[in-house]
């Protein structure tokens, strides 16, 4: 008898817990990842049309450039114009893609609403310079405010890849000999030539 009330008592327990669990993870998961501490986030034509020509050019001659968080998602905002399915954009509008620079890494912050309201998706990447160029490595990611380990953030593979089919041009600048730092703000492009020398 007292055996059965303990047991009945634990899985009561349990059962409660976990329903608590499961409730409080789409809490997290439906608050939206706070993002206006990005610069740039609102288009408003501060960055130079020929922004990927300068870099070229730069990189070309042995200089560095170094671009803003704002400037790189002012450019990013006037490239990138992500239409979903007809299916999907009956109750979700594709609001922008934004990146947050910091200290050797990024992120990639996807904002949507869904039924009017604010839904994001993030993915943290570790960026830096090797012998054979640049890497970049998927870290971790956010749905809504709940983090996440990398193997999680499979569900944004199609659309990280589809942003990556739209920055063909962009890709083949980066995977040409460059060293990249990041800081709080700023990305920094040096070309592999000038590294060199001054080390």
Avoid at 142 to 163: A, D, E, H, K, W
Wanted: net charge neutral.
């Amino acid at each position: 008898m007292f055996r059965s009330r303990s047991r009945a008592i634990f899985i009561n327990s349990f059962s409660i817990s976990l329903i608590f669990g499961i409730v409080w993870i789409h809490i997290l998961i439906l608050s939206p990842e706070p993002f206006e501490d990005i610069e740039g986030r609102k288009f408003n034509d501060k960055v130079p049309r020929d922004l990927l020509d300068q870099v070229v050019a730069a990189i070309d001659s042995g200089n560095s450039f170094e671009c803003s968080e704002e400037a790189l998602n002012q450019y990013l905002g006037s490239i990138i114009n992500i239409r979903e399915s007809e299916e999907i954009g009956r109750i979700s509008e594709f609001k922008g893609l934004f990146v947050r620079l910091l200290e050797g890494e990024f992120d990639l912050v996807f904002v949507r609403n869904i039924f009017g309201k604010t839904f994001t998706s993030s993915v943290r990447f570790a960026m830096g310079s090797t012998d054979s160029g640049i890497e970049i490595r998927v870290k971790s990611g956010r749905y809504g405010t709940l983090q996440v380990p990398s193997g999680f953030m499979n569900l944004m593979r199609s659309s990280i890849m589809g942003i990556g089919n739209v920055l063909e041009v962009e890709k083949k600048i980066l995977s040409r000999p460059l060293s990249v730092k990041l800081k709080d703000g700023w990305i920094q492009l040096d070309p592999r030539s000038r590294v060199s020398l001054e080390n």
